[in-house]
T-cell receptor, first 114, second 115 residues
């Protein structure tokens, strides 16, 4: 099955700095890579996703990059703000019997200091 | 608000007992997924239902079972509970058209504590 490694487990930055979270996956058949943000007491919420036919995708201060050859993908957050503080999860998924079931990384706790 | 409703928010019970967790998916979503989140294991996929039928199975224990009803709500039943079953249980829903990736929308979870 798929295995997703995520680093770092904790990331502390100053407000306004950039933050980068990196993930690797094992299954070369994976072709859909969503990123989720989980705030305290809530469930994970999707913030951006990327498909394997695209190398990069941006949405305002957030960008994701994908290197299929190396089987790694990254989340970049620019101009971080205190409200970006949360746990971020990467995920990778491939179709299995018609279903896409995301396999999640272990999460990165991002702390943005004002 | 994701539109996915989970009840109860908290559940405290004793070892050996049985509990039922309930999930109502977003309006229009046909698929429901159950995940277990613990500190040492992260988010682990348990099971997926699509329009009332089981579609995919993950690391779900035999003591656990689930079902999706005709109105599309789902229940996760956990029996013979052990201390190690203490965790957050999340339900997610999606459109889940066959062969197409779709976004999972998560509820806020049920925190289960087994004493």
């Amino acid at each position: 099955g798929e295995n997703v490694e995520q680093h770092p487990s904790t990331l502390s930055v100053q407000e306004g700095d950039s933050a980068v979270i990196k993930c690797t996956y094992s299954d070369s058949a994976s072709n859909y890579f969503p990123w989720y943000k989980q705030e305290l007491g809530k469930g994970p919420q999707i913030i951006i996703d990327i498909r394997s036919n695209v190398g990069e995708k941006k949405d305002q201060r957030i960008a994701v990059t994908l290197n299929k050859t190396a089987k790694h993908f990254s989340l970049h957050i620019t101009e971080t703000q205190p409200e970006d503080s949360a746990v971020y999860f990467c995920a990778a998924s491939a179709t299995s019997g018609g279903s896409y079931i995301p396999t999640f990384g272990r999460g990165t706790s991002l702390i943005v200091h004002p | 608000d994701s539109g996915v409703t989970q009840t109860p928010k908290h559940l405290i019970t004793a070892t050996g007992q049985r509990v039922t967790l309930r999930c109502s998916p977003r309006s229009g979503d046909l698929s429901v997924y159950w995940y277990q989140q613990s500190l040492d294991q992260g988010l682990q996929f348990l099971i997926q239902y699509y329009n009332g039928e089981e579609r995919a199975k993950g690391n779900i224990l035999e003591r656990f079972s689930a079902q999706q009803f005709p109105d599309l709500h789902s229940e996760l039943n956990l029996s013979s509970l052990e201390l190690g079953d203490s965790a957050l249980y999340f339900c997610a829903s999606s459109v889940a058209a066959k062969g197409q990736p779709s976004t999972l929308h998560f509820g806020n979870g049920t925190r289960l504590t087994v004493t």
